[in-house]
């Protein structure tokens, strides 16, 4: 079992910033190759927004490009979302994946999920 804690979410008002967490444990975690961020609105599908490799290869979806950033920090079993300029259209429930394959934007690729953390942004 590989167990996901995300933190960082809260509200914040559009152009700032936020720093999302992921923090992964488990005596499985280090068969996970991928590690990605999706997020979910209201009355929305679940959306792809970043994946990380175990060796650091990057996906980002182009809604977020140039915005967000995810990276990862290994011996620390952590990933993070760097999440600049902020629009109220990226309010979500932001969840934190991870997978033993590859980089995936389809959620149903992924094997472990946290439990998710809320950012609003307000205009």
Do not use: H
Not at 31 to 47: C, D, H, L, S, T
Not at 92 to 111: F, H, L, M, T
């Amino acid at each position: 079992q590989v167990q996901l804690v995300e933190s960082g979410g809260g509200l914040v008002q559009a152009g700032g910033s936020l720093r999302l967490s992921c923090v992964a444990s488990g005596r499985t975690f280090s068969a996970m190759r991928v590690m990605g961020w999706f997020r979910q609105a209201p009355g929305k599908e679940r959306e792809f927004v970043a994946a990380i490799t175990w060796t650091g290869s990057i996906t980002t979806a182009d809604s977020v490009k140039g915005r967000f950033t995810i990276s990862r920090d290994n011996p620390k079993n952590t990933v993070y979302l760097q999440m600049n300029s902020l629009k109220p259209e990226d309010t979500a429930v932001y969840y934190c994946a991870a997978s033993r394959g590859e980089i995936n934007i389809d959620p149903s690729g992924y094997d472990y999920w946290g439990q998710g953390t809320q950012v609003t942004v307000s205009s």
